[in-house]
């Protein structure tokens, strides 16, 4: 994986297509699009037919370019935008698994302090805070098993 175009396609492959599953609450989505993130992005059609093109373009604007992805190693780019795309603290574990101060805001000093972290220590500690997040979900026992495999699949492309 090396650059954008490599995390978006592996992002979709975590994602999938339509789903307009009660129990979430993102409410309907297409290609883990919500439909309250497409509208805010100008998308004015039904989200069953939200192209590929603009998922992918509202990932890269939404949440690929505003953590300066491009500037990381490609490994640890991936499990953060992965995490961004589907919800969370991302910028706290970021700084969590890097070491930086602790206050959620995303800047200069936690990109450098992800930057010198050892990318490995890096996604191991940033999946464990992501998964401690996730098992504290309300949602959890609808989604445990989606959300399990998911990160399993991340661990895997983050020791490749």
């Not at 998964?131 to 990160?151: A, I, K, V």
């Amino acid at each position: 994986m090396d650059n954008f175009e490599d995390a978006f396609r592996a992002l979709i492959g975590n994602e999938g297509g339509y789903c307009f599953n009660p129990a979430d609450p993102g409410g309907e989505t297409m290609w883990g699009v919500t439909a309250r993130v497409a509208r805010s992005q100008g998308y004015t059609g039904a989200m069953k037919d939200l192209p590929l093109e603009t998922a992918k373009e509202i990932a890269k604007q939404k949440y690929w370019d505003p953590l300066h992805l491009d500037e990381l190693e490609p490994r640890v780019a991936f499990q953060i935008f992965d995490a961004n795309y589907n919800g969370g603290l991302v910028v706290l574990w970021m700084q969590k698994a890097s070491g930086a101060k602790e206050d959620g805001k995303f800047g200069p000093d936690t990109l450098n302090a992800v930057k010198s972290t050892d990318a490995m220590k890096f996604v191991m500690r940033f999946a464990a805070y992501r998964l401690r997040y996730l098992r504290n979900l309300h949602t959890w026992p609808h989604f445990s098993r989606g959300w399990t495999e998911r990160m399993a699949e991340n661990l895997l492309l983050g020791a490749a």
